[in-house]
């Protein structure tokens, strides 16, 4: 699976490792059940840097290639897709002020993150998910100062970030034209989160309501121009889809990891089970599709680094490893029987936890929308 990586990127996938194996791995089960918030695990992977693979160099971030970032996120996921998921959003909230091509808007922006803070991207409400223009969080010019109003909902870190993008409409006339995009302090007044959802999976990520109640922030708060926060938006879901779909990859060789082991101890029959050609073949049909959507995801990551247009094989590799990962993870309870239904083991919680990777960042059926889009053309 590693077969072309660098010297460089094998240590640091290594470095990932052991920092899943020692910190992430051991609270991973607890907090699942618990619902607990593992701050202090949090902390170590933000001291080494975790957060800022997604931020430039020259501004304290790790200043590696994409596809270099989506190796790691695909190996810190193996431990826990919601650490995993938690620590990306700070990555995907840092696209989006990245891409307003604002210098000293960016600044702000990692000055908060980087001593060790969350960050979130603003853009689901209650009445808006896969269409955006339903939004009804709006912005309204103020002399020197935007003021917002409006409720956002399934954000992840939404309940413990330092930096918020809020996505918000500036002129409802004019549709998706009519959003704009804006960088909100954690300490602004009328900014609080609202209700942390009970959630199936990814559960060691915080995942909350973003209320905000006449929110006053400088104009030049605003990313980019007034207008653009939906390409804006999209241009950073793109960004974000293999950045999820790396995560759903390391969902699904931990599940078939943990499968290979089972399958050599445990015995019906009088031989272990990994010698039954039925289950041999579900194995391989695992391996077959984990492999393929690491290849693509790394085929995507590619071609960002490269310069080159992604849009639609971002979607592509979206939708094919969450769909991989949740065949996966389902064929690893099968294979376990009924210790897979059983929470004394990992199977149940990966497959718990992929089940998200086909619905956030755009769902599955919105992905094909934009796969046939692009092939229609």
């Known amino acids: 699976m590693n077969k072309l990586l660098t010297q460089e990127q094998l240590d640091l996938v290594d470095l990932v490792a052991e920092f899943g194996k020692n910190e992430v791995d051991p609270v991973s089960a607890e907090c699942d059940r618990s619902g607990e918030f593992p701050w202090e695990v949090y902390r170590k992977a933000f001291d080494m840097g975790l957060h800022m693979m997604d931020i430039p160099y020259e501004l304290g971030g790790a200043g590696i290639d994409f596809e270099t970032s989506l ?27 990245i891409m307003g091509r604002n210098p000293e808007l960016v600044k702000k922006f990692a000055d908060i993150v980087l001593p060790g803070k969350f960050a979130a991207f603003c853009l689901t409400e209650p009445n808006a998910g896969s269409d955006a223009s339903a939004t009804k969080t709006t912005a309204v010019l103020d002399g020197d100062e935007w003021v917002l109003n409006g409720r956002k909902c399934f954000i992840t870190n939404g309940g413990v970030s330092g930096v918020y993008i809020v996505f918000a409409m500036t002129d409802p006339a004019k549709g998706t034209r009519g959003i704009s ?45 007034e207008g653009m926060g939906f390409p804006i938006a999209m241009l950073t879901l793109d960004r974000a889809r293999p950045v999820a779909a790396a995560a759903a990859v390391g969902i699904a060789q931990r599940a078939i990891d943990e499968c290979v082991a089972y399958m050599k101890q445990r015995k019906t029959f009088g031989r272990p089970i990994a010698k039954h050609q039925a289950l041999q073949f579900k194995l391989a049909d695992m ?40 065949k996966i993870t389902v064929e690893a309870v099968q294979i376990f029987a009924g210790y897979g239904y059983s929470r004394e083991y990992p199977v149940e919680k990966l497959m718990r936890d992929a089940k998200i990777f086909q619905i956030f960042e755009g769902t599955n059926e919105i992905q094909r929308m934009v796969i046939a889009g692009q092939v229609l053309k």
């Open 181 to 225: 995009a804006f960088l909100v302090e954690s300490d602004r007044e009328g900014l609080s989160s609202g209700k942390e959802e009970d959630k199936m999976g990814i559960r060691l990520s915080n995942t909350s309501d973003v209320v905000l109640e006449n929110v006053r922030v400088p104009k030049e708060n605003l990313i980019g121009k």
């Open 287 to 326: 391996e077959i599709s984990c492999e393929v959507a690491r290849q693509y995801v790394r085929h995507v990551a590619r071609l960002v680094d490269a310069d080159k247009p992604y849009s639609e094989e971002a979607a592509i590799c979206k939708t094919f490893a969450s769909d991989a990962a949740m």
């Open 71 to 97: 190796i790691l996120t695909e190996e810190l996921a193996k431990y826990d897709a919601g650490f995993a998921t938690s620590v990306g959003a700070v990555g995907l909230a840092a696209k989006a002020v």
